[in-house]
């Protein structure tokens, strides 16, 4: 089972992006999902995470920006980026997580860049 990102690209701050991160796999529907930002020089971190039960979690700076979705009959999840700023400039992954404040999988799939220049 793969997951991979798409949708990234290179916007002003203040505009919008919408990424997708597609699956494969009758278990994409009963797994939680996460995206994940690697800014330059920095680790990967958690931005928002959805679980089998629509449940979401974001992370503290994209609170109020950001919504995560997922649309389990097509095997999709969106993220939603609104309002963006400068440092949410990164590579976005998405990957299976083992809980909602659990970790990730192990295996990356290919990210999208995101670059929000000022």
């Known amino acids: 089972v793969q997951l991979q990102a798409s949708g990234g690209g290179a916007v002003q701050a203040g505009e919008s992006l919408s990424l997708s991160c597609t699956g494969t796999?009758?278990?994409?529907?009963?797994?939680?999902l996460g995206w994940y930002r690697q800014a330059p020089g920095r680790e990967r971190e958690l931005v928002a995470a959805?679980?089998?039960?629509?449940?979401?979690r974001y992370e503290e700076s994209v609170k109020g920006r950001f919504t995560v979705s997922r649309d389990n009959a097509n095997k999709i999840m969106t993220l939603q980026l609104d309002r963006l700023k400068t440092e949410d400039t990164g590579v976005y992954y998405c990957?299976?997580?083992?809980?909602?404040?659990?970790?990730?999988?192990?295996?990356w799939g290919q990210g999208t860049q995101v670059t929000v220049s000022s």
């Open positions: 990957n299976f997580m083992h809980t909602l404040y659990g970790s990730p999988f192990d295996s």
């Open positions: 796999g009758d278990i994409f529907s009963f797994m939680t």
């Open positions: 959805i679980d089998h039960k629509m449940t979401t």
